[in-house]
């Protein structure tokens, strides 16, 4: 096997044709003609995660967020591109790809809140692109027994939310940072679960009347680690695959 045979296993997952114009996804570090026999799966390519790579023996580094997203102007030795060169190890990144994907990280977690919420068998897209979901519940609910689920099935520490005088029958889901959708999806959903609302996007909630619940984009996205691994080990049997899922460096005191 080589790294694009990894390539093409994480094409056929999520397509990364589908990225968006301001993504960039794909092979952003090394060759596809290098051998790769293992691979490591982890949310973020930081340090720590370039070294654990490394010590396991790992030829390939999937990751969902880009590794390079803007222009490098300097390459620091403390830089994860750098040691991902140092060390010959090659870095494919699935971003807004694993987001629109089917079976990619909103359907997952639609998947996870159904174990918690009584739901239709079939979604919706949230957005044009495919980028977010929405679940339909056969009875509302208040938003707080929506967040409840949320922070169960995510093993959020925290949840931040507001809730609407208006019971949750659709919820929009968009994994990460999705709320700038809000405006997009009032009329069509009575609330939002996203992560990283900035303050201005509580008050937009409170106007449009829509509940908008808060999990972390930490929470809302590592779930693609173990999703990912197994995955790419059904695709290919004979690589052998890792995970390195990195606590969230946030502390909440």
């Known amino acids: 096997m080589n790294v694009q ?6 094409d056929r997952i999520a397509p990364f044709s589908t990225q968006e114009p301001w993504d ?17 799966v982890t949310l973020d390519i930081s ?26 102007k300097r390459l620091a030795c403390e830089s994860p591109v750098y040691r991902l060169a140092k060390y010959g190890i090659a870095a494919i990144c699935s971003h807004t790809p694993l987001d ?10 639609v998947s996870r809140l159904r174990t918690k919420l009584d739901a239709a068998a079939e979604t919706e897209l949230l957005d044009a ?16 027994a929506v967040a409840a689920a949320a922070k169960a099935v995510l093993h959020c520490p925290v949840i931040r939310c507001f809730r609407s ?36 996007r509580w008050y937009k909630a409170q106007e449009l009347g829509m509940s908008l619940i808060d999990c972390g984009h930490y929470w809302t996205e590592v779930l693609m ?5 197994a995955r790419l080990k059904e695709a ?18």
């Open 5 to 10: 045979d990894i390539y093409m296993a994480m």
């Open 24 to 40: 960039n996804s794909g092979l952003l570090v090394g060759s596809p003609q290098c051998p790769a026999s293992r691979v490591l």
């Open 47 to 72: 340090v720590d995660a370039v070294e654990a790579a490394h010590q396991q023996g790992c030829d390939v580094i999937v990751s969902h967020h880009p590794v390079i997203f803007s222009p490098l």
């Open 100 to 109: 629109i994907a089917e079976g990619g990280i909103n359907d997952s977690i």
């Open 129 to 144: 692109a495919g980028c977010g979901r929405i679940l339909t519940l056969r009875e509302p609910v208040d938003a707080q």
């Open 165 to 200: 005088e208006t019971p949750v029958r659709r919820l929009g889901i968009c994994s990460g940072s999705g709320a700038s959708m809000l405006e997009e999806t009032a009329g069509r959903c009575d609330a939002l679960l996203t992560g990283d609302v900035k303050h201005d």
């Open 225 to 229: 680690v173990e999703d990912v691994a």
């Open 236 to 253: 290919l049997p004979p690589l052998e695959v890792v995970t390195f899922r990195q606590d969230n460096m946030v502390q909440y005191l």
